[in-house]
């Protein structure tokens, strides 16, 4: 599902432009409007998406053993989340010291990672209920939430994770629906709640809102059916890089972020979009050299547990399937 990682790769990149107007706001400058504006626009979708995403996902995960399963999660979610909590924590720093729990746990930008293994693990546990149920159940709750310590935005991201593992159990009824010309028509509310959170008064713009949730899964449905209408163009093609390796890339660019921002300011002074550019692009592209790197040891122990089991959990997995 090449256009998969096309849409991770999006909003990967909308992440990082998000967390770039955020950091320099940080460091004291002034943005401008249409930054906050171009980011607000999209961030009802960006986090949402990237959750339904992983969720498509899920069936496969299940079909290993539980071994395999919870070894994977382990060694792809929970240790690169808590290699770079301490790398942000010790470099750039937390609230909390280090053995606070709080130091590590919804405390920086990889909250992301840490609602996914809770996603993970709870689907574990109620793998048999249907799909459906389990959109329904934490979508109600999160009504009911205040976003206090992230229970909300767990609750509200808990629901998309589980609409991305219903639309794979109904998956001919999705193929069908991303055919139909009428699903266009499912574009409308979405577009409409980008505009309104772009000209809000919130830089955050309209995200985690339990009443629009509908109207945020619609704009999931009509992102999958516009990303399976890209072709390969250079500017596809790094999306999807940027999508196959998207841990990489959530993991190391906000740091790389915060170490680059103010030192920029300092040295060179310039004009703040030039400055929101110039950080960016540099940002991306360690990304990218990351990337490469991690093709190697040590270096891509910071991003999975050395598999010293890999054989025999080769095998556990061979068997299982």
Known sequence: MVWMDTLRGAAILFVVLFHAAHVLRLAGLDIPVWIDAFNSF??????????????????????????????????????????????????????????????????????????????????????????????????????????????????????????????????????????????????????????????????????????????VAAGGIVSVKVATKFGRGIGVVGLQYVGRNSLIFYVVHRPLLVWLILPLHTWWNLPIPIHFAISVAIALLACWGMVELAKRTPAKWLFEIPAFRRRKLKEESLAAS
Request: net charge positive; hydrophobic share 55%; aromatic share 18%.
């Open 42 to 215: 999209f961030g009802p979708f960006r986090m949402p998406m990237l959750m339904m995403l992983s969720g498509m996902l899920l069936a496969r995960s299940l079909n290993k053993s539980t071994g395999i399963y919870l070894w994977g999660k382990l060694r792809l979610i929970a240790w690169p989340a808590l290699v770079w909590t301490a790398i942000f924590g010790v470099t750039i720093g937390i609230k909390y010291e280090w053995w606070n729990p709080l130091f590590w746990v919804n405390s920086t930008y990889l909250w992301y990672l840490q609602a996914l293994l809770v996603y993970y693990l709870l689907a574990l546990i109620v793998r048999r209920v249907p799909p459906w149920v389990l959109v329904l159940v934490p979508l109600c709750l999160s009504f009911f939430t205040h976003d206090s310590f992230g229970l909300h935005r767990l609750l509200f991201l808990m629901a998309f994770f589980f609409f991305g593992h219903a639309i794979s159990a109904y998956r001919a009824t999705f193929d069908k629906m991303i055919r139909s010309r009428w699903t266009w028509l499912l574009a409308i509310p979405p577009l409409l709640l980008a505009v309104a959170s772009a000209i809000s008064e919130d830089p955050d713009g309209l995200r985690y809102v339990a009443p629009l949730w509908p109207v």
